[in-house]
């Protein structure tokens, strides 16, 4: 199948963050090394990594187009912020105030690219929302990448809500605040999401978001398992995480000082690329952490290193390392981290138990899909304590269970087919559309509607 699709255009666009743009890269790079024409829109900062993959780079900076500087500080500031509230929807909030001042300027510097190429299928991540009106106005067929289902597709309110951090053991007053989730989130983000819907509309999108879900491949990059029980509309695919067929090797100083601990095992610790941690949290961390039963490698931004203090021996910071290389080595026992949904996944895909001090956004979620299935513990931000941190890692590396679990976890993702089930999933939809797999009453337009674009039908999809 591979050379009929050679002369096949593809472009994927994901925003500038590490979180959304390291599956789709793997993705991307691999198509490409089967012949494919692919291009990536991203940000200047995934430039190298892009082009390494064997990709077309094409520059996407919405900043370029945003002549109010007052939008540029409180994107650059909005993380931080959001790491230190102690309310989930207030950051929650924020992000979608910031996506909707975002939406004009990042709709404007990606219309080029859709007018300069002649596309046949454009993969774009679901927090890339003006690339799928762009799609839809130029009759491009789209494949939405998702990370996790969070609320696209609707859950019955026997389990926790997409949102909250509740165990799938809530308790009566919990099933009672989960019950009435769905109109606390609408009462805090109403504001945001009519301003969304109002700079949609000025570039004449027009489009429900729901129906992307209904007329486009969707595939997801997680499991059941993590992902609690739903059924799914027909064009969405659980493929599981999109990882490369091998991973970067460690250096050669890393792989020794992991190889010689006397088979101590080591605790990795790792918050991502956007939590901001605090100076409190960073003691609490090294105090609990200090302990001759494991050696530590923290993986830590230069910029936050000035929080550490005076460390003991069995500790290892470094500003990067590779992730998937240090979660496979046997050394590795748990992994202290944010419970991003990447690192989630790249931790149970090795069979890594995790101890989750989520921030915001899905990590909350997440991380109680995490204590849920057994295969962590989590503490909250705000009440990091080192006795508790010391009690929870000791736990994590010495009692089997959540071993057992994260290796029951493993298995699961691994049979999902993970980047070899995505890339056949768009190379059958490049050869043969997907209007074929859903019934007609999904996409059929309401008695006096226009027409709608019968999915897979453009460009010969």
Same mark, same amino acid.
């Given at each position: 199948m591979a050379e009929a699709l050679r002369n096949k255009r593809l472009l994927f666009v994901a925003p500038p963050y590490f979180g959304h743009v390291n599956q789709m890269l793997v993705l991307a790079g691999e198509l490409a090394s089967r012949g494919l024409c692919v291009a990536f829109a991203g940000a200047d900062l995934f430039r190298d990594r892009i082009t390494r993959a064997g990709v077309s780079f094409l520059r996407w900076e919405p900043e370029d187009a945003m002549p109010d500087r007052n939008v540029i500080t409180r994107r650059a500031q909005l993380w931080s912020n959001a790491s230190r509230y102690s309310s989930r929807l207030r950051g929650e909030r924020e992000m979608l105030a910031v996506f909707a001042d975002s939406y004009d300027a990042m709709y404007l510097t990606l219309e080029p690219l859709w007018r300069q190429f002649n596309l046949d299928l454009a993969v774009v991540d679901s927090a890339a929302l003006p690339a799928l009106d762009l799609a839809r106005q130029h009759g491009v067929p789209s494949i939405i990448q998702l990370q996790f289902l969070g609320n696209v597709v609707p859950i019955s309110p026997r389990y926790p809500r997409f949102g909250t951090d509740y165990?799938?053991?809530?308790?009566?007053?919990?099933?009672?605040?989960?019950?009435?989730?769905?109109?606390?989130?609408?009462?805090?983000?109403?504001?945001?999401?009519?301003?969304?819907?109002?700079?949609?509309?000025?570039?004449?999108?027009?489009? $429900?978001?729901?129906?992307?879900?209904?007329?486009?491949?969707?595939?997801?990059?997680?499991?059941?398992?993590?992902?609690?029980?739903?059924?799914?509309?027909?064009?969405?695919?659980?493929?599981?995480?999109?990882?490369?067929?091998?991973?970067?090797?460690?250096?050669?100083?890393?792989?020794?000082?992991?190889?010689?601990?006397?088979?101590?095992?080591?605790?990795?610790?790792?918050?991502?690329?956007?939590?901001?941690?605090?100076?409190?949290?960073?003691?609490?961390?090294?105090?609990?952490?200090?302990?001759?039963?494991?050696?530590?490698?923290?993986?830590?931004?230069?910029?936050?290193?000035?929080?550490?203090?005076?460390?003991?021996?069995?500790?290892?910071?470094?500003?990067?390392? $590779?992730?998937?290389?240090?979660?496979?080595?046997?050394?590795?026992?748990?992994?202290?981290?944010?419970?991003?949904?990447?690192?989630?996944?790249?931790?149970?895909?090795?069979?890594?138990?995790?101890?989750?001090?989520?921030?915001?956004?899905?990590?909350?979620?997440?991380?109680?899909?995490?204590?849920?299935?057994?295969?962590?513990?989590?503490?909250?931000?705000?009440?990091?304590?080192?006795e508790a941190i010391r009690s929870h890692a000791a736990a994590l590396l010495e009692a089997p269970g959540y071993a057992r679990a994260a290796q029951s976890m493993k298995a699961v993702l691994r049979r999902m087919g993970g980047l070899d089930e995505a890339v056949e999933v768009v190379e059958d939809a490049l050869a043969h559309g997907f209007g074929h797999l859903i019934p007609e009453v999904l996409y059929a337009p309401k008695p006096g509607a226009p027409p709608s674009i019968f999915p897979g039908s453009a460009r010969g999809l």
């Open positions: 165990s799938i053991r809530m308790s009566p007053w919990q099933r009672a605040l989960n019950c009435l989730h769905p109109l606390w989130v609408l009462a805090n983000f109403a504001t945001a999401i009519v301003r969304i819907n109002r700079a949609r509309a000025r570039h004449r999108a027009v489009t $429900p978001l729901k129906d992307f879900y209904n007329t486009s491949l969707t595939l997801v990059c997680s499991a059941f398992g993590i992902e609690l029980p739903r059924a799914l509309p027909p064009l969405m695919k659980m493929v599981g995480p999109i990882l490369p067929r091998g991973h970067a090797p460690l250096e050669a100083s890393l792989e020794a000082w992991l190889s010689g601990g006397n088979e101590s095992p080591t605790v990795y610790v790792c918050f991502g690329t956007l939590a901001a941690l605090e100076r409190q949290q960073v003691l609490a961390l090294v105090e609990g952490l200090s302990d001759p039963r494991w050696r530590v490698l923290w993986s830590l931004r230069p910029a936050q290193q000035s929080l550490l203090p005076s460390l003991p021996k069995t500790f290892n910071i470094q500003p990067h390392v $590779p992730q998937q290389a240090v979660l496979a080595h046997p050394s590795v026992r748990a992994f202290v981290s944010h419970c991003g949904m990447n690192s989630v996944s790249e931790s149970l895909y090795y069979g890594k138990p995790l101890l989750a001090v989520p921030f915001f956004g899905d990590q909350h979620y997440n991380a109680a899909r995490v204590a849920d299935i057994g295969a962590g513990l989590r503490l909250h931000k705000l009440r990091l304590s080192s």
